[in-house]
């Protein structure tokens, strides 16, 4: 017989996860559908999520203050979340964001001053030949360069552990979390079937799908967004009189000046990951993004080490980034981001029941 529940959320990524928490504690009925991380990358046959991972920015400066005020309220919340939950995921490290030429053009710093201002973010401006090299002397950064030095609650969530935190507390509300893949959605005037990749099926009277990257294949008709493919770089911190000498490393977020390959990147804080190593973690904005179009190509890319250009240019950054760094090794793992026409999270009906 078919369970039905008021709403079945597809996808128990970042954004799902939490929306099964806010569903439940408002009193729904709730299916949590979506697969658990793959043990092996490069054999897995399945969908993706990029959220597998141990460490992720969260801070309120921003260009935008949609997303500097979506950053405060997150940042506001997490305590409560680790409570009930019983696991912790944000560290507060505080977030550097830096510019080498804030007169540049395009260039977004008094622009994200003006948003965490507006936000009342904790923060000061710093100058690279001043208090900026004292606060970070193991850094490097062009002399001229500005940056915004935000303190309070700014620095990393870890991905993995806030979304098990997410889905720990709705199903102490009454969840109910269904490991599989959906292949399928039918909808008719009550509700919506959806049937899993291994026939199961499950009715409810509404659908959110939170599948990232793979949410068009769910519709009845795709939206408009770009899936761009990018890479992060891992690097094995020596020993732990390294570690110690990096503690201190924030969050950062840096606009590169006429860099060939990259127009900004962004790193974390050492931090430990699943094999018990230390590694600090740098990612980028290419100038030419690597634009992936069907499901194949994102299982293709998973299966893959990332982008050689993209690789090799992290690389160099990170190297002249931070001052000293001899890594014990170096590790690249492939990431899709999606990207909406304009630049939010799609929120709305798209079709009856969904």
């Given at each position: 017989m ?24 408002a ?27 141990q ?7 921003d ?18 979340l ?5 696991i ?37 401006v710093?100058?690279s ?22 303190r ?12 098990q ?8 509300q ?17 509700g ?5 990749a ?29 899936r ?10 020596l020993?732990?009189?390294e ?33 018990g ?11 030419t ?34 001052a000293?760094?001899h ?13 909406t026409?304009h ?12």
């Amino acid at each position: 017989m078919t369970k039905s529940y008021d709403v079945a959320v597809i996808g128990n990524g970042m954004i799902g996860a939490a929306a099964s928490r806010y569903l439940t504690q408002a009193g729904r009925t709730v299916a949590a559908i979506g697969p658990a991380e793959p043990t092996d990358w490069r054999t897995h046959d399945g969908v993706f999520a990029s959220h597998y991972d141990q460490g992720r920015i969260t801070r309120i400066i921003d260009p935008d203050a949609v997303w500097g005020l979506l950053g405060k309220r997150a940042i506001a919340a997490y305590p409560a979340l680790e409570e009930a939950s019983g696991i912790q995921f944000h560290g507060t490290a505080g977030c550097l964001r830096v510019s080498p030429d804030t007169g540049a053009t395009g260039d977004t710093l008094h622009q994200a001053e003006a948003v965490g201002r507006q936000h009342d973010a904790v923060y000061t401006v710093e100058q690279s030949d001043e208090g900026l090299n004292e606060i970070f002397p193991f850094l490097n950064f062009p002399m001229g360069s500005t940056a915004l030095w935000e303190r309070g609650g700014a620095g990393y969530v870890n991905p993995r552990q806030l979304v098990q935190a997410q889905l720990t507390v709705a199903q102490q509300q009454g969840a109910t979390l269904i490991r599989a893949v959906v292949s399928n959605i039918a909808t008719d005037r009550d509700g919506a079937i959806i049937t899993t990749a291994t026939g199961e099926t499950i009715h409810a009277a509404e659908v959110l799908i939170s599948a990232g990257a793979y949410s068009s294949w769910l519709l009845p008709r795709p939206l408009i967004y770009q899936r761009k493919a990018v890479t992060v770089l891992l690097a094995e911190l020596l020993d732990e009189a390294e570690a110690a000498r990096l503690r201190a490393t924030p969050s950062i977020i840096y606009r590169l000046q006429n860099h060939p390959v990259l127009a900004s990147i962004y790193s974390l804080p050492p931090l430990t990951y699943p094999d018990g190593r230390v590694y600090l973690k740098i990612g980028g904005t290419l100038h030419t993004p690597n634009l992936l179009t069907s499901a194949d190509a994102i299982r293709q890319w998973f299966h893959g080490d990332g982008n050689d250009l993209e690789i090799a240019a992290l690389q160099e950054v990170l190297l002249a980034l931070v001052a000293d760094l001899h890594p014990r090794s170096l590790q690249s793992r492939p990431c899709v981001v999606t990207y909406t026409s304009h630049g939010y999270p799609y929120i709305g009906q798209v079709a009856d029941h969904l």
